[in-house]
């Protein structure tokens, strides 16, 4: 049964609207704006029936400080009145409210509209639902085309098996850690940086086969090669990603492909960038990365122990990595400990 709210100073048209609506529907009847955003705190309601002339808060007002409360928001409000002025009537839609009855009512009148207004917020509720289900969809299948690219390029390249998910999941690791640690990183852009690690290296696939499926240590000129792969990977995720994606995300992840091997100190590539010049979802997943490739066994090295792996990061802090992110990936050791244990026992 759908539940209404009536707000209204005058005890004898409230006496008189529950009654008319209290066969079909339930009601709740206040006498003033403070009554009804009381009630409001921790109950809901279908729809409000509010005056709009009240002596503590006109209507006016109790609708703002209902449109203020996020979980309150989109109930239609119909304001009630006995000033059956034009203006006042556009003035309440303006403002917001759904629709507008003159007091005294007729009775039918009532009846229909606030049926109407109820169908149409059953309907606009199942158009959100069905629209967030699709852009759930959408936003999966885009999840696993990139993942499907990613994994596309990481099997033309011998020497990284696996480094695409484990480093993502580094990621994930570690921001939960900064979630949790800090408040100086908005969670939504932490959420993107999770999203956008599975892409970090997909410039792969614009560098030479005999380069990426090299066995062993590269050449100045082959290093080179490599090197393109930041600044390429950008190019490929834009293309991918704009218009798809929201335009913040974009960003985000064209961040994490093209700068995701430059250093604090400006050492590193494809230009060279310093400290926080360098965006921070990049600092975030050169920790990562770097991490994963130094507890696994590449062609042109073995495996690196826990000790040397976070030994190797902690003098690294202040000349690769950002010092502040730096510490913080440190206390990440136990999470990163159970993670790989559970990797190397599915791959062995
Ligand atoms: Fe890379
Ligand atoms: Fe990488």
Redesign the pocket.
Same mark, same amino acid.
Do not use: E, G, L, R
């Given at each position: 049964m759908y539940h209404i709210l009536i707000v209204d100073d005058s005890k004898t048209s409230l006496a008189a609207a529950k009654n008319v609506l209290s066969d079909l529907f339930k009601v709740t009847a206040v006498t003033s704006g403070s009554q009804a955003l009381k009630f409001l705190q921790n109950n809901t309601c279908d729809l409000i029936l509010l005056d709009i002339n009240m002596p503590d808060m006109d209507g006016f007002d109790v609708m703002e400080r209902i449109r203020d409360n996020p979980e309150r928001k989109d109930i239609p409000i119909v304001f009630l009145t006995a000033d059956n002025d034009p203006k006042t009537e556009s003035l309440c839609l303006e403002k917001g409210a759904m629709d507008f009855i003159t007091k005294p009512f007729a009775v039918n009148v009532m009846i229909s509209r606030i049926c109407r207004i109820l169908e149409l917020e059953d309907l606009r509720k199942g158009l959100a639902v069905r629209i967030e289900e699709q852009t759930r969809h959408i936003r999966y299948i885009q999840t696993m085309t990139v993942m499907g690219m990613a994994a596309m390029v990481e099997s033309r390249d011998l020497s990284?098996g696996g &480094?695409?998910k484990r480093?993502s999941m580094v990621v994930e690791v570690f921001a939960a850690r900064l979630n949790s640690e800090n408040d100086f990183l908005p969670k939504h852009l932490l959420e993107d940086v999770i999203r956008a690690a599975p892409m &970090? =290296?997909l410039g792969k696939i614009a560098v030479e086969d005999r380069v990426l499926r090299k066995q062993g240590k590269f050449t100045p000129e082959e290093y080179n090669e490599m090197k393109k792969h930041s600044a390429e990977g950008a190019r490929i995720v834009k293309q991918i990603l704009d218009g798809v994606e929201a335009p913040r995300f974009v960003t985000v992840a064209e961040n994490v492909a093209h700068y &995701?091997h430059e250093k604090w100190n400006g050492s590193g590539y494809p230009e060279g960038l310093a400290g926080e010049a360098i965006p921070v979802e990049a600092r975030i997943m050169a920790l990562a =990365?770097v991490f =994963?490739?130094l507890v696994s066994k590449r062609c042109y090295k073995d495996a690196y122990s826990f000790d040397e792996a976070f030994s190797i990061i902690e003098e690294s802090i202040g000349t690769h990595f950002d010092p502040t992110l730096g510490r913080i990936f440190l206390l990440c050791r136990p999470e990163l400990e159970t993670l790989y244990t559970a990797f190397n026992n599915t791959t062995e």
């Open positions: 990284t &480094h695409i480093s &970090h =290296d &995701h =990365d =994963d490739a």
